[in-house]
């Protein structure tokens, strides 16, 4: 950790010459110690994401080796066409060096509950447990678990229009529950780009 010294207890206050070679001090301090941590990034400290790997390959193109296997499921299928477009970066793939294997499953929460008991709001969860393959050898380089939820609005069919005829929110409860698991889908796709780029960040084949 880099520190920079201030003003110690042993210096007086002896008028405005010192108060401002005081405060120049601390300004120092405060241009010097970013230029200091940006040096240290580059010299065995934090290296950027997608600067030079270990292997000399970019991440960004060890990213397009990346092959995700098939997911059962409508969200699992948001997953891999999320992860593969940007693994790919819209382009085309390479061929794979490593496989990522995902096993989902989800649940539903709800949150809002009225006198009638019906639910007026739910949480859609979902859990994304996962393995990254290296395909040469079969060897699991690295496995963990990945978590999206997503909250939405539902809509109960006991409201009734002016004639007394009761109004239908099927159609609408479907629409937010699909988006609720769509956003939920795509956030456990950008932490597992993430991870898998951080693994390949480091890693030297």
């Not at 005081?22 to 405060?30: A, E």
């Not at 030079?52 to 059962?72: F, H, K, N, Y």
Request: charged share 20%; with cysteine; net charge positive.
């Amino acid at each position: 950790m880099l520190c920079v010294r201030s003003a110690g207890s042993g210096e007086h206050d002896g008028g405005t010459m010192l108060n401002l070679e005081r405060s120049s001090r601390g300004l120092f301090g405060y241009l010097v110690a970013p230029t200091l941590l940006l040096a240290a990034c580059g010299n065995g400290g934090f290296r950027p994401l997608y600067g030079p790997t270990p292997s000399g390959i970019a991440v960004q193109e060890r990213m397009r080796e990346l092959d995700v296997a098939t997911i059962p499921g409508r969200v699992g299928q948001v997953i891999r066409n999320e992860l593969l477009f940007q693994a790919g970066g819209g382009g085309e793939l390479l061929p794979p060096t490593h496989r990522l294997e995902i096993v989902t499953s989800e649940s539903l929460q709800s949150t809002i509950v009225s006198i009638a008991g019906d639910a007026g709001g739910g949480v859609y969860l979902l859990e994304a447990k996962f393995k990254l393959i290296r395909i040469k050898d079969k060897k699991v380089v690295m496995q963990g678990t990945s978590w999206g939820r997503a909250a939405f609005e539902r809509f109960t069919n006991t409201a009734t229009t002016p004639g007394n005829v009761p109004t239908q929110y099927t159609y609408s409860n479907v629409r937010a529950r699909d988006d609720a698991e769509n956003r939920a889908a795509r956030s456990v796709a950008d932490d597992l780009k993430t991870r898998v780029a951080i693994y390949f960040s480091g890693a030297s084949e």
